[in-house]
C-alpha cells in the first residue's frame, strides 16, 4: 500500500505526521505561496513522471521574491526532494504535488516581515480537475489586480478569488468559471489559463490582463508553434468573442488541458471538441505521460520501476 510522505521543517516526514500549529501566521492570513506539480503515472513504464519540475520551483521562487519570503532551500535541492517523496510514497496512479513556501511563525499580526519562513511540500493522489470537456460561465466575480494581491505570483489568499468564481459557477450548473478583469476583458478561469481559436489562430489573454503565467500554457503554445504550425497571438479578449470563436479550451497544472464546448449557453463552434483542440490535447498527453522522446526533457522521472 502507498504511504504518503512530506518534506517540513527541513526533513521526509510520514504525511500523517506533517503538521502545524492553529497560530501559524499563513493560515490566519494566507501569507504562503504555492506551486502544484503533476506526476503523471505511465502504466507501461511502470514510471511516474513529474511535468516541468524545474519550472514550477522556479515560479515558485519568483512567488517568494515578490512575497520578499526567503527560501531555505535551492530549486535544485527542492527538486531532488520532490522525487524522493514520489519514490517512497509509491502511488502507481495519477499524483498531485504541493509546494509551499509560508510564514510559519506562530505569531499574531498582518506583516510579510519579521515572521519565520519554512517550506513545505506533501502529494497527493489527484484525479482530473474537470470533466473531459468543460462547460463554463462567465463569473460575477472580477479576477483581482495587480495592484491588489499580485496575480503572477501563486499566493494561496488570492484563491479565495478563485473559489467565489468557482462555487458560482459550480451552483448555476457549470463545470468552471470564466473570470473577466477589472476592465472588463477575459482574463483566465478559476483557476487555468484560457485560449481560442479564431480563423486558424490560437490567441490568449496577455500577461497584464491579470493572469497567472502557466507552465501548461506556455508548453500547449510551444506545441502549438512547433508541431501543428500554428500563429500564437496574445492580446486583450472581450467576453463575447468567446461566443464567436471557433474553439476554446483551458490549460493549467490540474485541469491539463480541457476542451471548452459551451460558454455562457452557448456552443463554442459545433459544440464538439474542434480539430486544433483535440490535436494539442493528443500531442500534451503524450509528452507529460514521457511517451514523447522530443518533448522528454518536460519529465523527471520520479518512481523507479520495481525489480521483477
Given amino acids: ?4 510522505y512530506a518534506y517540513l521543517r527541513g526533513e521526509i516526514v510520514p504525511l500523517a505526521d506533517a503538521k502545524i500549529g492553529v497560530m501559524t501566521h499563513a493560515f490566519n492570513y494566507g501569507t504562503a505561496v504555492f506551486e502544484g506539480i503533476r506526476g503523471n503515472w505511465n502504466e507501461e513504464k511502470q514510471q511516474t ?3 516541468r519540475i524545474r519550472e514550477h520551483f522556479e515560479r515558485l521562487a519568483q512567488s517568494a ?7 531555505a532551500d535551492s530549486v535544485d535541492r527542492l527538486c531532488d526532494i520532490a522525487v524522493e517523496l514520489v519514490d517512497r510514497s509509491g502511488y502507481s ?3 498531485y504535488l504541493r509546494p509551499m513556501v509560508y510564514l510559519s511563525g506562530e505569531v499574531l499580526g498582518v506583516r510579510l516581515h519579521n515572521v ?3 517550506t513545505l511540500i506533501f502529494l497527493s493522489p489527484f484525479p482530473a480537475y474537470l470533466p473531459e470537456v468543460a462547460r463554463c460561465h462567465t463569473s460575477t466575480w472580477r479576477r483581482v489586480n495587480d495592484t491588489g494581491i499580485p496575480p503572477r505570483a501563486k499566493v494561496t489568499g488570492i484563491y479565495v478569488n478563485s473559489a467565489l468564481a468557482k462555487t458560482e459557477a459550480n451552483l448555476n450548473g457549470f463545470d ?3 473570470m473577466l478583469n477589472e476592465d472588463g476583458h477575459v482574463s483566465e478561469g478559476s483557476g487555468e489559463n484560457i485560449f481560442m481559436v479564431r480563423k486558424g489562430k490560437l490567441i490568449a489573454p496577455t500577461p497584464a490582463d491579470n493572469i497567472l ?3 501548461t500554457a506556455a508548453s500547449v503554445v510551444e506545441l502549438a508553434r512547433k508541431e501543428l504550425g500554428l500563429e500564437y497571438v496574445e492580446r486583450q479578449i472581450d467576453r463575447s468573442e468567446l461566443y464567436i470563436a471557433d474553439e476554446v479550451f483551458m490549460t493549467g497544472t490540474a485541469a491539463h488541458l480541457t476542451p471548452v464546448v459551451e460558454v455562457d449557453r452557448r456552443p463554442v463552434g459545433t459544440g464538439q471538441v474542434g480539430p486544433i483542440t483535440r490535436s494539442l490535447s493528443d500531442l500534451f498527453y503524450e509528452c507529460i505521460r514521457g511517451n514523447s522522446e522530443k518533448y522528454q526533457h518536460w519529465c523527471t522521472p520520479a518512481r523507479v520501476p520495481a525489480v521483477r
Avoid: V, Y
Avoid at 500500500?1 to 504518503?4: Q, Y
Avoid at 521574491?65 to 527560501?71: S, T
Fill in 176 to 178: 468552471e468559471a470564466i
Fill in 213 to 215: 503565467e502557466g507552465i
Fill in 93 to 95: 496512479e495519477d499524483i
Fill in 1 to 4: 500500500m502507498p504511504t504518503p
Fill in 116 to 118: 519565520e519562513c519554512d
Fill in 49 to 51: 513522471f513529474l511535468f
Fill in 65 to 71: 521574491k515578490i512575497l520578499r519570503f526567503e527560501m
